[in-house]
């Protein structure tokens, strides 16, 4: 702390000598884009530092842009501005070195080792920044083509068809990057869907576009030897995901065209009677489709010929422990507001907007699902974002809300919108991409992300095979939802009835496929499993609360020194613990696997293998390549069929030797507010390999709920025998042999 403070004031007096100095030496202007300018660095973060240019009106007066509305606030303190310079200056801001030079303004970064983490080149006739990218580039938000971006041009425009969106997706940048060898870049400021990025050359280019050019032009940069603390910096300074309602890590099963009220009842009712897990059921609005939950596009009443008797069935529906989810599009281009707790006559604020929603929201409905949005402005997104969270809040404020967008912006997540990626085609190319797009948007816009399991537009190419396969992927994605056209085939049991139910486009699968008996067995097998690591996914979720960091993983956030790990774009980390290899490709039956450094264990066999290269794992149509990390300590639950099923049997902790482990189990109500009030258990477990010793206790620091005791059944991976642990809230060893 000593020396940071010691950091600060020199970087204070440097700027205070070169703002004496600009006056009395021959100096160079500052200029961007034909115009002059005035530079400031201010420290932001220990990582963190904001650099401004502000363009200079005639008589030298700023002109300041406007707040940004994707930022919260945060403290600040500048540390250096000028207007010109003589020459080169140097500033230390926090634990940085900084350089600046004149013509062209350049800005070069420096880490306290004195490498240089980042060069920026702002150009002086046109509204560009050059950066350097010599190493993987990552984020810029969701969809589009690319793993690591470099090789890629990427217009900061957004939309359903804005980049290939049969494969893709839906479009929503972000201007965020996150260079694998320890820095990251977010401009906050850009108006619409101004400017692009390219990636192609030698070094990376924003251009701003005309509109930016006439405005300040304000960068975040992220300096960090691990990647996890530049997800925490921007985190911070964006604003953090709440926790969602525990319901939501369940699976949910989407509705299109509806037959009746009969059929309202009847899917959920097999989905009891047949076993399979599930907390939610979505329906469609009438528009997209000719008999959905409402009366059209933009609607919020009930149609009499699907919902005829709108109470009774969600009464009935709730009865048998399902969550309601409503689709709701047509948000006026318009809207706007800042607390839903605003006095205002105008429609277009988000109060009143919600307004609309009050009476459906009383009869039951428990989520939103708020489609469209590609034409709406940034504002309006975030906007949208807020009345779904503040709106529920205002008139149940002891329950979590919880949204499902098409479309967001940065600062989406602390309004606990989730976001999917709009109407990708069922093809194998289109379930291949989507593990690299899961992957940046994870890094970038929001931590919780998922997609329409099967793909939302069928093809000649959805089969069982296909539906499974993105059935295996979706099951370690934190929206696990299916959804599509000719929705019956979204049904884990729709693969074996002999019927398509209602056609929607022109080409169908093949009609040899419904007859697939294989289909339903293999999605119970993946619905249990997600409901068995309900213990571990929740904790993940309280970590993405709290840190930023997604769920979903790319392998180099926790291998960064690895250039291996950093070109996986068809596998990931679940948590820090959990290898997933999702098989993206027809008919394989052998699959390649990069294991990091360290050993291995194959989740399915329990084969043991050491890491740092890859192998090949042989596949049948029911597994799904998973691969656990020697020292991981993985709670496991009963099964249930709805995520507040209550169970008899304890939590199996599973361990898996070979190395120290520890993890911390997180718990809590699952549906207030009072984490934000330190209301939760934290469990802390610690895995001795030498000793074979688990010890578990409460973390008492931030622990404020009752003391509780919790059986667990205790078993060392892959095959050990297990031990019955009474946990009373106090240190608990347990020793396991081989």
Not at 167 to 179: A, E, M, T
Not at 181 to 207: A, H, I, K, S
Not at 233 to 245: F, I, K, W
Request: with cysteine; proline share 7%; glycine share 10%.
């Amino acid at each position: 702390m000593k020396d940071r403070t010691i950091g600060r004031m020199c970087g204070t007096m440097v700027g205070v000598l070169c703002l004496a100095f600009a006056s009395s030496l021959s100096a160079a202007v500052l200029r961007h884009a034909g115009r002059d300018m005035e530079m400031s660095l201010s420290l932001a973060g220990e990582h963190t530092i904001e650099v401004t240019l502000t363009p200079l009106g005639h008589s030298g007066v700023v002109a300041a842009g406007p707040p940004s509305t994707v930022l919260v606030d945060f403290p600040r303190e500048q540390m250096w501005r000028a207007r010109e310079l003589a020459g080169p200056t140097e500033v230390t801001v926090g634990l940085l070195r900084c350089e600046i030079t004149p013509s062209p303004l350049t800005l070069t970064v420096r880490r306290p080792d004195g490498t240089i983490a980042q060069k920026l080149v702002w150009n002086e006739d046109r509204g560009s920044l050059l950066f350097l990218t010599d190493a993987p580039v990552f984020g810029l938000g969701e969809g589009g083509p690319g793993f690591d971006r470099r090789g890629g041009f990427y217009p900061m425009k957004d939309g359903w068809g804005a980049a290939n969106r049969p494969i893709y997706g839906s479009r929503v940048s972000v201007p965020f990057l996150l260079g694998a060898n320890g820095w990251g870049m977010f401009l906050p400021d850009l108006p619409g869907q101004e400017g692009e990025f390219d990636l192609r050359g030698t070094q990376g280019v924003y251009d701003a576009g005309e509109k930016q050019s006439a405005l300040a032009l304000r960068v975040l940069l992220f300096v960090a030897d691990e990647p996890a603390g530049i997800l925490a910096e921007y985190t911070r300074l964006v604003g953090r995901a709440p926790m969602p309602p525990k319901w939501t890590l369940g699976y949910m099963q989407s509705h299109r065209t509806l037959a009746g009220p009969e059929e309202v009842l009847g899917v959920a009712r097999t989905f009891r009677e047949k076993q399979l897990p599930c907390d939610a059921l979505i329906y469609l609005g009438t528009g997209y489709c000719p008999a959905g939950w409402n009366t059209g596009h933009g609607s919020l009443e009930f149609n009499p010929k699907t919902f005829d008797r709108p109470q009774e069935m969600i009464d009935r529906l709730h009865d048998q422990h399902f969550k309601i989810v409503l689709h709701v599009n047509h948000a006026p281009r318009g809207l706007y507001g800042g607390s839903i707790t605003e006095e205002s006559d105008d429609p277009l604020h988000i109060r009143n907007y919600w307004a609309r929603h009050r009476s459906v929201y009383a009869l039951g409905a428990d989520g939103w699902w708020p489609d469209d949005g590609d034409e709406l402005p940034k504002e309006a997104r975030l906007a949208r974002h807020r009345c779904y969270y503040e709106g529920p809040l205002s008139d149940k404020p002891s329950l979590r809300p919880w949204s499902l967008h098409r479309t967001g912006y940065v600062g989406a997540a602390r309004y606990g919108g989730w976001i999917w990626t709009g109407d990708p085609e069922s093809r194998w190319a289109t379930l291949a991409a989507h593990v690299a797009i899961g992957l940046n948007h994870g890094v970038s816009l929001t931590p919780f992300w998922g997609s329409d399991t099967g793909g939302f537009i069928p093809t000649r190419e959805l089969t069982g095979e296909l539906y499974v396969r993105w059935f295996q992927f979706s099951a370690f994605c934190p929206s696990f939802r299916s959804h599509g056209r000719t929705w019956h085939l979204r049904l884990p049991w729709g693969w074996n009835t002999g019927k398509f139910g209602p056609i929607e486009e022109k080409q169908t699968p093949d009609a040899s496929e419904l007859h697939n008996a294989a289909v339903e067995p293999i999605c119970r097998d993946y619905l249990n499993l997600r409901y068995r690591l309900l213990p571990h996914n929740y904790t993940l979720a309280r970590e993405s609360h709290d840190t930023g960091m997604p769920m979903m993983r790319p392998l180099w956030l926790h291998y960064p020194q690895d250039s291996q790990a950093a070109a996986c774009s068809d596998q990931y980390l679940w948590g820090r613990e959990i290898l997933v290899a999702p098989v993206v490709q027809k008919g394989t039956s052998e699959r390649s696997v990069y294991l990091p450094a360290g050993d291995w264990y194959d989740w399915w066999t329990g084969e043991k293998f050491a890491g740092g290269r890859t192998i090949s794992r042989k596949v049948d149509l029911a597994t799904l390549p998973l691969y656990v990390r020697a020292g991981a300590i993985i709670p496991l639950d009963p099964v249930r069929q709805y995520v507040s099923e209550p169970v008899t049997e304890p939590t199996t902790v599973r361990i898996y030797p070979g190395a120290d482990g520890r993890f911390t189990l997180y718990d809590d109500d699952g549906e207030s507010l009072g984490y934000q009030r330190g209301q939760g258990t934290w469990t802390r477990m610690v895995w001795q390999d030498a000793a074979k010793r688990l010890v578990i206790d409460q973390d008492r620091s931030i622990d404020t709920m009752p003391r509780v005791s919790r059986a667990f059944w205790v078993t060392l991976a892959p095959f050990g025998t297990r031990k019955l642990v009474e946990f009373q809230g106090q240190r608990t060893e347990i020793v396991l042999g081989e």
